[in-house]
Each structure stands twice: as structure tokens, then as C-alpha cells.
């Protein structure tokens, strides 16, 4: 016998429960959703902050599957960062919205032939169907992006063409006959006009950006696990979302310049030397004054870096500036000398530098790149730099022959060339590596 709900909130408790139950890799975002009540709000919306907005009153018409399903579907706006993508796309919120649901729910259908859905009769034909925005309903093939479900709504809107199954646009306006989630939508982490639910939720209530990301990678680590059992009933739009959250594990660019900085500083032929000019450590075992033998102390002399910055103007700047404080700071723990070049298609300053205020304040640039200039003006300094790091975006063109040091090439900015030259060594400085 089924349990009797005596309350909304509980209601709430066990659609929360359900939906874990049914896609139990949603489970850490389901049960991190920060619910705030509203009454009359007449559906379920989320904002990009992991706040749920629910209405008490729907307690009474809706099933605890209902709920689970509308559960699944308003998570996954919010994993998908459908605000975000909206604003970089410059999207209109109403069709934005009906994309996003279309991308989330053929996923939610694919994972589990049993999924108790929720339904509606088609006014034209009385067959029952999933209530909802699916991609068949808006004629598209499943499995695609919301950017792609979008651009065919946008394109529908503008010509006023009759859409699959029912109705017509007027004239950059919204199709009056598309189905939605309710009149407030999916709320406005759903990229919906964030001024609809503006007063309803407490300033500062939800999650901060880097408590979704977490959430997000858990989800995302959750579906990976899934898929590596091969059970064949996890959606392919969903694995694609997760390796494309966790991407392809990288070492961290920090620790890969940190070694091939030190492993060039290191390596110097003949770089050792005994010196007399200051005692051994091991002059004490064998005592000091006359009679008593010398031993020399080994030293090492400070081998000569310089550093090459392209200033062109498709450097980034917040990338530019990372790069150089992790450079100086590798360089400064090693006790090395820098020599700065800043360069574009010309040099246009070389000098010893002390920090890296004083090397920003030496960029100038901004015009096309060519970087043997200073690669030459670098070799032929004196004393000679044995060390070379060249901080560019890698479309540099001919980067000339290979110069007697040891090169690293850190390469940065949304241009990236990954492999600037065939000579040194490369580190990639991702693209939000300065955010």
C-alpha cells in the first residue's frame, strides 16, 4: 500500500528521493538544490545558483514521479550552465529556454525505457505524449546541443513557417502555440530573463560558482563511473557533457614550467667548479690553522636566463601577466639573472629586471610578431644566456634556427600554437589558466 504524503513538504522529501533513485549519478546535484518555496509560482524553476524555486500548491496535483522527473530535468539546466551559454550566445530567453529543454529531455528519456514521465494528451490527435519540449517536437533529430535546437527555433520564429505538428510565429516573436514548463519557465538558470523571478529569492541565497563547478565534476565523475559499467542505458548526450566537464586529465601547466625551467637552469656543462674563496663544510672534520689541510667548497656560478615576451596584439593580458609571476618566480627561487626583451615585430625594450611590476611595465607592442630579432638580441648578450624562455601565443611564423641555450617556449592566449617552432621545449598555458 502506497504511503499517504501529509504534507507538501514531504511531498517534496520524497520526490527528491525518487529522482536520486531513478538516476542515481544526479544524486549529489538533486540533493544539493537549495529549495525555496513560493507559493503560486505555479511550476519549478532554477536559477544558475542551484536555487530551487517550488510551489507547495503542486503538491496536490502532481505524482511524487512527476516531481522526480521535473526534479531531473530543472537539474540539469543549472549542470549545463544554460545562463551562462544563453548570455554568450546573446540568445532571446523565451526560444532559449525550449532549446535547453530539449537538449536535457531526450538525455532524460534515453536513460531509462521505464522512466515514469510525465504526460499530456495532443489537442489535435488525443494521443498521449510526453509533456514538454522534446526535439521531435520542435522537428529536430535528438542528441544535439541547445545552441543547435536554438538557431532552428530562431530560424522558425523568423519565417513564420508552420512547425512540425502545430502552429506559427509571428514575426520575431515567440510561437504563442509552443509548449512550456509553465509560465515562468524553467526559471532563470535556465537562461530565462533572470528579472522573472527578480524578489523571489533572497539576495545571496544558492550556491557560489566554484560550489557548481563541484557539483558539476561530481556529476560529471558520477557519469563517467556509469558509463564505465556498460550497461548500455546511459544517454550518449550525457557522457559527451561529462568528459566534457573532466576533459582530458592534463598535468597542471605550473608544475610542468616549474621542471623544465629548473631541468634548463640545471643542465650547464662544466657548470660545477671547486673554489677557494670560501671554506668547505667539511673543513671542520679536519680542524683549521697551520697543518691542517684546505679543502675547496663547490660552487656553482649563476647561469644567465633571459626572457622573450611577444607584445603583439593578439597577446592575452591576463595570461601575459600569469606566465611572467610564475616565471620569475621559478627563476627567482633558482637564483637566476633575468634579461627582459619585450617584442613584437621589433624589439622595443631590453633590460635587467628585478620583478615583475618592472617587466609589465616594460610591455609595449601591439602590432604583428617576428621574433628572431629577439631571439638574436637575447644570444647576443653578454655574458650569453644559457637559458631561454620565450612567452608567446606561438604564431610567430619562421622562428628562425635553433639557439645555442636551452629554449622553453610557454605559449598562451585563446590563439594558442602548441608547437611555436621545432626546436625547446613547450608548456600550454590553458585559455582560463588567468581567470
Excluded at 152 to 159: N, S
Excluded at 283 to 302: C, D, E, L
Aim: charged fraction near 25%; include cysteine.
Amino acid at each position: 500500500m502506497a504511503a499517504v504524503l501529509k504534507s507538501p513538504n514531504e511531498w517534496f522529501a520524497a520526490g527528491r528521493i525518487k529522482a536520486c533513485f531513478l538516476m542515481p549519478y544526479f544524486s549529489s546535484a538533486v540533493m544539493g538544490l537549495v529549495p525555496y518555496a513560493v507559493e503560486g509560482y505555479g511550476t519549478l524553476g532554477v536559477t544558475a545558483r542551484a536555487v530551487l524555486i517550488w510551489d507547495p500548491e503542486l503538491a496536490k496535483t502532481w505524482t511524487v514521479e512527476n516531481l522526480a522527473w521535473v526534479l531531473l530535468h530543472e537539474v540539469g539546466h543549472y549542470l549545463r550552465e544554460h545562463a551562462a551559454r544563453r548570455e554568450r550566445a546573446a540568445a532571446e530567453p523565451y526560444l532559449w529556454n525550449l532549446a535547453g529543454d530539449a537538449e536535457i529531455n531526450d538525455d532524460l528519456i534515453a536513460a531509462n525505457a521505464k522512466f515514469p514521465l510525465m504526460e499530456e494528451v495532443d489537442e489535435d490527435t488525443g494521443d498521449r505524449q510526453v509533456s514538454g519540449i522534446t526535439p521531435e517536437k520542435i522537428g529536430c533529430a535528438n542528441g544535439k546541443l541547445c545552441e543547435e535546437y536554438y538557431e532552428h527555433l530562431r530560424k522558425q520564429v523568423q519565417q513564420g513557417g508552420k512547425k512540425k505538428g502545430k502552429g506559427s510565429g509571428g514575426k520575431g516573436e515567440p510561437d504563442p502555440t509552443l509548449p512550456t514548463a509553465g509560465g515562468k519557465g524553467c526559471g532563470s538558470g535556465s537562461g530565462r530573463d533572470p528579472n522573472e523571478t527578480e524578489g523571489l529569492v533572497p539576495a545571496g541565497l544558492g550556491k557560489s560558482s566554484a560550489e557548481v563547478k563541484r557539483v558539476q565534476r561530481e556529476v560529471a565523475e558520477a557519469v563517467r563511473k556509469e558509463a564505465a559499467k556498460g550497461r548500455g542505458t546511459l544517454p550518449a548526450g550525457l557522457k559527451r557533457w561529462a568528459e566534457e566537464v573532466l576533459g582530458t586529465p592534463q598535468i597542471p601547466w605550473q608544475q610542468k614550467l616549474a621542471r623544465l625551467v629548473r631541468n634548463a637552469v640545471a643542465f650547464r656543462p662544466g657548470a660545477g667548479d671547486y673554489r677557494y674563496d670560501r671554506p668547505s663544510r667539511r673543513q671542520g672534520a679536519f680542524g683549521y690553522g697551520a697543518g691542517s689541510p684546505v679543502f675547496p667548497a663547490m660552487r656553482m656560478p649563476v647561469p644567465s636566463v633571459a626572457v622573450v615576451v611577444d607584445t603583439s596584439g593578439s597577446m592575452g593580458g591576463d595570461e601575459l601577466k600569469t606566465a611572467l609571476e610564475e616565471c620569475k618566480g621559478i627563476l627567482a627561487a633558482v637564483g637566476a639573472a633575468i634579461t627582459f626583451i619585450a617584442c613584437d615585430a621589433a624589439v622595443h625594450s631590453a633590460r635587467k629586471v628585478r620583478n615583475v611590476k618592472e617587466a609589465c611595465a616594460l610591455l609595449k607592442g601591439g602590432g604583428g610578431t617576428d621574433m628572431r630579432p629577439a631571439i638574436e638580441l637575447a644570444m647576443a648578450g653578454r655574458p650569453r644566456p644559457e637559458v631561454l624562455v620565450i612567452v608567446t601565443d606561438g604564431q610567430i611564423g619562421d622562428a628562425g634556427p635553433k639557439p645555442a641555450a636551452n629554449v622553453v617556449w610557454v605559449v598562451t592566449g585563446k590563439y594558442g600554437n602548441a608547437k611555436p617552432a621545432p626546436w625547446g621545449e613547450v608548456v600550454v598555458i590553458a585559455s582560463s589558466a588567468a581567470a
